[in-house]
T-cell receptor, first 114, second 113 residues
Framework: DTGVSQNPRHKITKRGQNVTFRCDPI?????LYWYRQTLGQGPEFLTY????????KSRLLSDRFSAERPKGSFSTLEIQRTEQGDSAMYLC????????????FGSGTRLTVV | DAKTTQPTSMDCAEGRAANLPCNHS???????VYWYRQIHSQGPQYIIH???NNETNEMASLIITEDRKSSTLILPHATLRDTAVYYC??????????????FGQGTILTVHP
C-alpha cells in the first residue's frame, strides 16, 4: 500500500482553462475527502464521499467545481474556467470504515493559475 | 467542530520533550480531539486522537484533561524532523459534521539542534 496518491503534483494553467485532478485513496478506505489549502492557512474542507456517494459539499465549492467518485475508488476534482483565486494546494484524504479513524492525506496537487 | 486555540509558535531543543497545548473549552461530549501535523510542502499527517482517556502511540502521547476542555500533545524526544505545523482539531465522529475537519492556524513547532 503506497498511501493516498494524487496526480499531478503540480499544474500550471492559464486563466479560463479547465483542470482536472485525480486522487487514488488507500484501497480499503471507503471515505474520501477533498481539501484546499492556500499559503499560510490551514486546509479548508471542500467535499466528502462515502463510497460513490457525495455526502457533503462546502460553500467553497462553487458551480465551477465538480467532484466525482464514480466507482467508489478513485476520485476526480475538476475546476472549470479557472481563476487566479483558485491557485492553491488541493489535498485529498481517505479514511477506513468506522468511527473516529484518522485520515491519510496525499501530498496534494499544487495549482497555479496565471 | 468545536473551536480550538493553540499558540502560534513554539521552540524545542532536539532530544527534549515537546509539549503542545490546545484549548477546546466548548467541546461537545461526542467530539474527539485529533492532532495532525504538516511538514512543509506535504499533506497533513495524522498523529493521534482521543475522546476522554489519555492515548499513546509510536509517534506521541495525548493528554486530555478530565473536563476535556484542553489537551496536550507530547512528542517525547523531539528531532529536527518534527519541525512542522501542528493542528489540534475537535470534531464529531458521527453525524452531519463527520468528515469535515476544521483546521485552524495551528502551532509552528521549531526543533533546534
Amino acid at each position: 500500500d503506497t498511501g493516498v496518491s494524487q496526480n499531478p503534483r503540480h499544474k500550471i494553467t492559464k486563466r479560463g482553462q479547465n483542470v482536472t485532478f485525480r486522487c487514488d485513496p488507500i484501497s480499503e478506505h471507503n471515505r474520501l475527502y477533498w481539501y484546499r489549502q492556500t499559503l499560510g492557512q490551514g486546509p479548508e474542507f471542500l467535499t466528502y464521499f462515502q463510497n460513490e456517494a457525495q455526502l457533503e459539499k462546502s460553500r467553497l465549492l462553487s458551480d465551477r467545481f465538480s467532484a466525482e467518485r464514480p466507482k467508489g475508488s478513485f476520485s476526480t476534482l475538476e475546476i472549470q474556467r479557472t481563476e487566479q483565486g483558485d491557485s492553491a494546494m488541493y489535498l485529498c484524504a481517505s479514511s477506513p470504515p468506522g468511527t473516529g479513524n484518522g485520515y491519510t492525506f496525499g501530498s496534494g496537487t499544487r495549482l497555479t493559475v496565471v | 467542530d468545536a473551536k480550538t486555540t493553540q499558540p502560534t509558535s513554539m521552540d524545542c531543543a532536539e532530544g527534549r520533550a515537546a509539549n503542545l497545548p490546545c484549548n477546546h473549552s466548548t467541546i461537545s461530549g461526542n467530539e474527539y480531539v485529533y492532532w495532525y501535523r504538516q511538514i512543509h510542502s506535504q499533506g497533513p499527517q495524522y498523529i493521534i486522537h482521543g475522546l476522554k482517556n489519555n492515548e499513546t502511540n509510536e509517534m506521541a502521547s495525548l493528554i486530555i484533561t478530565e473536563d476535556r476542555k484542553s489537551s496536550t500533545l507530547i512528542l517525547p524526544h523531539a528531532t529536527l524532523r518534527d519541525t512542522a505545523v501542528y493542528y489540534c482539531i475537535a470534531t464529531a465522529a458521527r453525524g452531519t459534521s463527520y468528515g469535515k475537519l476544521t483546521f485552524g492556524q495551528g502551532t509552528i513547532l521549531t526543533v533546534h539542534p
